[in-house]
Every structure is written in structure tokens, then in C-alpha cells.
T-cell receptor, first 111, second 114 residues
Framework: QQPVQSPQAVILREGEDAVINCSSSKALYSVHWYRQKHGEAPVFLMILLKGGEQKGHDKISASFNEKKQQSSLYLTASQLSYSGTYFCGTDLLGGYQKVTFGTGTKLQVIP | KAGVTQTPRYLIKTRGQQVTLSCSPISGHRSVSWYQQTPGQGLQFLFEYFSETQRNKGNFPGRFSGRQFSNSRSEMNVSTLELGDSALYLC?????????????FGPGTRLTVL
């Protein structure tokens, strides 16, 4: 089942902060975050695991609320290079590689 | 280290034809996943292969199939193409040990069905 992302789109000025949310109706093993720039392949940002472990980007932070099956990605002091579409992916199985992605949040940072 | 490569990068086919897409993972990666990306639908999981075995499958019709070879290279086949199959097809590779690994995506194959 596809996770739900919000907002669908956001425009920020450089230096502003943003939060992107991802929620699932099912219990999660892990949440994955990727960013895709126009015309490019998605690039890994972060994985948050059940139990609190995190792997990924040191300039972007995220949280994972296991009880609510929700994750949030925090983009602080945004830069022009943050522009792109952010996808969250959820993994229900653990131990396997099946990540179901949401429809994405389009983020545009303007000067 | 070379990244994930996909061939061809662009493909134009007509309805009813079939197509085969190829993906070469990063050296040492044994898991390959395939995704279909269309505007508004995001990345939709097709299937995942690990050591030549399909471990997971998404909700796509049987016209979509795949396989993986002993060198971890993977192919995806779509038979009896429909207009709605027009999309960017991405493959991604991981080390494959557990459901908590970073996926490395290839540049994709843009398929247009006329």
C-alpha cells in the first residue's frame, strides 16, 4: 500500500525551513527518503529503521514515529540545491528489499 | 566504482509489441529492483530479484516479467504493450542483505508506446 506524502508541493525561499510528512496505514519496518532532481535518477537521503537506527545524510534530519507509522523529513536553512521531488518509501517486510514509494513532494527553493 | 547502468536509454514502440530492458547493477550488488515512474503515480514497485530469484513482486499484470542472471544483471520484459505502459523504468541495486539498504538507481529507460 502506497504511503501518503504531504504536502504535494511547496515553494520556499532560500534559508527557509520545510517539513515533509509521510504516513502509512500499516506497521513499518523502515522508512526511506530519496530526492529526485528533474531528469535525474532518485538519490538516497536517509533510512530510518524501527528501533531508532538511522543511516544517511548528515545535513538532513528525519524522524520516525513507529506507533503512528509516520515519518517526517526536516529541511532546514534550505538551499537552491534542495529543489527536487522528495519520495518517501516504506518497507513493511524487513529482511527483504521491497520499498513502496509515495507519489512525492515537489519542493522548489527560490532565491 | 561504476554506477548502475540501464540500456537502452530511450525506446519507442507501438501497441502490441514487446520490449526488453536491461540493467547492470553496481559490482557486488546482488539485489535488483525495478520501478515504473509516471507523472502523478510516483515510483511504483514492479519486482525485485536477488541471486537470480524473484523475492518480491508489485501489483502489475503478468505482461510484466523479469529475470536475473548469475552475474546479477537483470532484464525486464513487457509483452503486448499498451499506451499506458509509457513511462520511465528505473532499476535500482543494493547489496541485498536485509530491508534496510540504500538503493542506487540507474538513469532509467524512457519507454514511449505509440
Amino acid at each position: 500500500q502506497q504511503p501518503v506524502q504531504s504536502p504535494q508541493a511547496v515553494i520556499l525561499r532560500e534559508g527557509e525551513d520545510a517539513v515533509i510528512n509521510c504516513s502509512s496505514s500499516k506497521a513499518l519496518y523502515s522508512v526511506h527518503w530519496y530526492r529526485q532532481k528533474h531528469g535525474e535518477a532518485p538519490v538516497f537521503l536517509m533510512i530510518l529503521l524501527k528501533g531508532g537506527e538511522q543511516k544517511g545524510h548528515d545535513k538532513i534530519s528525519a524522524s520516525f514515529n513507529e506507533k503512528k507509522q509516520q515519518s517526517s523529513l526536516y529541511l532546514t536553512a534550505s538551499q537552491l540545491s534542495y529543489s527536487g521531488t522528495y519520495f518517501c518509501g516504506t518497507d513493511l517486510l524487513g529482511g527483504y528489499q521491497k520499498v513502496t514509494f509515495g507519489t512525492g513532494t515537489k519542493l522548489q527553493v527560490i532565491p | 566504482k561504476a554506477g548502475v547502468t540501464q540500456t537502452p536509454r530511450y525506446l519507442i514502440k507501438t501497441r502490441g509489441q514487446q520490449v526488453t530492458l536491461s540493467c547492470s547493477p553496481i559490482s557486488g550488488h546482488r539485489s535488483v529492483s525495478w520501478y515504473q515512474q509516471t507523472p502523478g503515480q510516483g515510483l511504483q514497485f514492479l519486482f525485485e530479484y536477488f541471486s537470480e530469484t524473484q523475492r518480491n513482486k508489485g501489483n502489475f499484470p503478468g505482461r510484466f516479467s523479469g529475470r536475473q542472471f548469475s552475474n546479477s544483471r537483470s532484464e525486464m520484459n513487457v509483452s503486448t504493450l499498451e499506451l499506458g505502459d509509457s513511462a520511465l523504468y528505473l532499476c535500482a541495486s543494493t547489496v541485498g542483505q536485509g530491508g534496510y539498504n540504500e538503493q542506487f538507481f540507474g538513469p532509467g529507460t524512457r519507454l514511449t508506446v505509440l
